[in-house]
């Protein structure tokens, strides 16, 4: 059984960061991917970042040069940093888990390859 849980998020102006943590429940976080996405209302959830068990990273055209992916598998934690953010990066991001399929990383942002999701936190910026 696998529960996820995002925090960090809030309301900041145009330029501003935030640092989302997802912390998750599992016995073998060190075999699955950890990605982000998000959502707008009337809007499909969109891959902003995921990194993979071996470290690899991946990045929407988006989210590339302002934010950075990480995971510590001791923690069972994913970290999603967000520099220069811009309104139109305001949306709930989800943090989703999926088993990795090791040198394949063609569908790391793609939601329909994760299998389970955290609540969601609201980033908002003006």
């Known amino acids: 059984h696998v529960q996820l849980v995002e925090s960090g998020g809030g309301s900041v102006p145009a330029g501003g960061s935030l640092r989302l943590i997802c912390e998750a429940t599992?016995?073998?976080?060190?075999?699955?991917?950890m990605g982000w996405f998000r959502q707008s209302p009337g809007k499909e959830r969109e891959g902003v970042a995921a990194v993979d068990t071996d470290g690899s990273t991946r990045y929407a055209d988006s989210a590339q040069g302002r934010f950075i992916v990480s995971r510590d598998n001791a923690e069972k934690s994913s970290t999603l940093l967000m520099n220069s953010l811009e309104p139109d990066d305001t949306a709930t991001y989800y943090c989703g888990t999926a088993p990795s399929l090791g040198d394949e990383k063609w569908w790391l942002l793609l939601p329909e390859y994760y299998n389970h999701w955290g609540q969601g936190t609201q980033v908002t910026v003006s």
């Open positions: 599992i016995d073998t976080a060190s075999q699955i991917c």
